[in-house]
Antibody
């Protein structure tokens, strides 16, 4: 069974940093593109970042230069380093496996003073 | 960047109704389209990939069609568990989602 479990969310002040983790099991992690997607309360889904199997990375303009996605194939884990956080980054952050997308349950990030 | 739009933004329907949701891409995306279902407080669930391929375990009342810029998700006979929000998504960089279509009970 494919499983993805996010962790690392919490309350952070504007301008602060946070690192999210996603531990996976049930599939060959190293052979899949991986993604982070977020959802603010009552809003739609927003793709945040992607990393390919050769560590190629992709970001939308809203987070480029502030967020960094990375992976550790030995640990079957995905990460999202978030810097210079803003109030508008407040959301549930989901980890997702690409191709036949599977999702974790999400972790809540709140940016507030 | 390619933009994804959906219509309607919401609809009210009854159990047994046929429901159709459309998704439009601002440029040709061939068949690179996913459809997801999301219920409140839950993670999204993949229904359709490659515009028309039913994900394993998804009931056959769900179907997808289209290519290029215009796509459709259909539910042939709405069931109580189908009341949810539906999103289309282009699955190439940037992996843009549509704004969603909320299906609620009439």
């Amino acid at each position: 069974e494919v499983q993805l479990v996010e962790s690392g969310g919490g309350l952070v002040q504007p301008g602060g940093s946070l690192r999210l983790s996603c531990t996976t099991s049930g599939f060959t992690f190293s052979t899949f593109d991986m993604h982070w997607v977020r959802q603010a309360t009552g809003k739609g889904l927003e793709w945040v970042s992607a990393i390919g199997i050769v560590d190629d990375t992709y970001y939308p303009g809203s987070v480029k230069g502030r967020f960094t996605i990375s992976r550790d194939n030995a640990r079957n884990s995905l990460y999202l380093q978030m810097n210079s956080l803003r109030a508008e980054d407040t959301a549930v952050y989901y980890c997702a496996r690409g191709i036949r997308w599977s999702w974790g349950r999400g972790t809540l990030v709140t940016v507030s003073s | 960047d390619i933009q994804m739009t959906q219509s309607p933004s919401s609809l009210s329907a009854s159990v047994g109704d046929r429901v159709t949701i459309t998704c439009q891409a601002s440029q040709d995306i061939n068949k690179s389209l996913n459809w997801f279902q999301q219920k409140p407080g839950k993670a999204p669930k993949l229904l359709i990939y490659g515009a028309s391929n039913l994900e394993t375990g998804v009931p056959s009342r769900f179907s997808g069609s289209g290519s290029g810029t215009d796509f459709t998700l259909s539910i042939s006979s709405l069931q109580p568990e189908d009341f949810a929000t539906y999103y289309c998504q282009r699955y190439d960089n940037p992996f843009t989602f549509g704004p969603g279509t909320k299906v609620d009970m009439k």
